[in-house]
């Protein structure tokens, strides 16, 4: 059966490619469509960048409002989903004077694996990559800027978190809310869980000691079954709501001959967070998910393969009894291997222990309780669909 279902994944992929390819270079003989490179914000150390990003054309989704309407909303999701990627296009970066190449897979996506030489300094976070798409320089908007991340030496730990559910409202676990939440908002009206941003921050900064050079600054990395389409949303949303930005993983959504409609969302979490520990072996992390899907199942075999590397684990809680005493049973056995998982029903509560094991500064924890209840609301739009799920 398996050997079955990989080989009709293959041959529909291979039929999406085909007409994909199809499309592609009937529209580049109508002529020039307008290109444009994403580049999605990376992450790396002294010794490696890692840069992706992806080739499409004609990127025409409209920035968001807070008085847009759900028509227009509904038309920019369309138009995030409905993107025309460039397969196979070729990328260039620059960085300190050197010259990076790659190719896009069939899907316009890219990845680059930039060797530092000699390793960067310690001290500078964020840096500046320039990436451009070599068979389109003629026009602007093929050429862009992407950011990296690296942890500075003050670090005392990372943070891997979850979005859906855990810092951003979904309701994955209901279908109804959960397209109300994608289709019908936009990055100035969905809402955060309360008390996030300040949390967040306050992790961030950790205990505040140092200033300059020697602050802590403890890198955020964003994990997440959300498709790629939604990466624009997310980041305006976070600069809306003042939530710390870091590096997201998100998930492909499509048909390609190994892929049909997306990956598998816990293999793919997986593999990202075994990624993060071995790209950065010094850093312990501290994980944050939710209980309405399986963060709780992959955080548990990540403190078994990486003993000692986990400070502690918070799992909002989102969902019903019956997975709360799952999640229960797997808190058990995280505690036997030395490790704190809370299932927790707020911000707050995860705010608090984190003051209490030294991980936040006592000054923090006012604007976390404050912040939490500012962002206490219900929306008119929220009532209704809960009135009627």
Do not use: C
Request: proline share 5%; aromatic share 10%; charged share 25%.
């Amino acid at each position: 059966m398996a050997n079955w279902k990989q080989a009709l994944t293959h041959i529909v992929g291979s039929i999406d490619d085909y007409f994909d390819s199809l499309q592609f270079r009937r529209r580049q003989r109508r002529g020039i469509a307008p290109v444009q490179i994403l580049a999605y914000i990376g992450h790396g150390t002294r010794e490696t960048f890692y840069v992706r990003g992806r080739a499409i054309e004609d990127y025409s989704v409209l920035d968001a409002r807070d008085t847009d309407t759900t028509w227009r909303n509904l038309r920019n999701m369309y138009r995030r989903f409905n993107s025309q990627e460039i397969p196979h296009a070729r990328v260039r970066a620059y960085f300190d004077g050197k010259v990076y190449e790659t190719r896009a897979d069939d899907e316009g996506f890219f990845r680059l694996e930039i060797a530092l030489d000699p390793p960067l300094l310690d001290g500078v976070i964020w840096h500046d990559v320039p990436v451009e798409l070599i068979d389109y320089a003629e026009q602007e908007s093929a050429r862009t800027v992407a950011r990296v991340i690296v942890p500075p030496g003050t670090a005392r730990f990372g943070i891997i978190s979850d979005l859906d559910d855990t810092v951003i409202k979904s309701d994955v676990v209901n279908l109804l809310k959960l397209a109300r939440n994608t289709f019908l908002y936009n990055s100035h009206t969905r809402l955060p869980f309360a008390g996030v941003s300040e949390f967040y921050h306050a992790l961030q900064r950790g205990v505040g000691q140092g200033s300059g050079a020697t602050a802590e600054y403890n890198p955020f990395f964003y994990v997440s079954n959300s498709p790629w389409n939604l990466y624009d949303l997310l980041v305006d949303f976070f600069k809306v709501r003042g939530i710390p930005m870091g590096t997201f993983f998100l998930s492909d959504i499509g048909l390609t001959p190994t892929k049909l409609v997306r990956t598998n969302g816990v293999k793919q979490k997986s593999e990202v967070i075994h990624m993060l520990f071995e790209t950065h072996p010094q850093l312990p992390f501290i994980l944050i998910g939710d209980s309405g899907e399986q963060d709780a199942e992959i955080y548990l075999k990540v403190v078994q393969r990486y003993p000692g590397r986990v400070k502690a684990i918070y799992i909002r809680d989102v969902s019903m009894q019956r997975r709360d005493r799952e999640v229960q049973r797997i808190i058990e056995q995280v505690a036997a291997s030395g490790t704190e998982m809370l299932l927790i029903p707020d911000t707050a509560a995860a705010a608090a222990h984190a003051l209490n094991r030294g991980y936040i500064a006592p000054a923090a924890l006012p604007a976390i309780q404050e912040e939490k209840r500012a962002d206490q609301q219900t929306t008119p739009i929220e009532a209704m669909f809960d009135d009627i799920s």
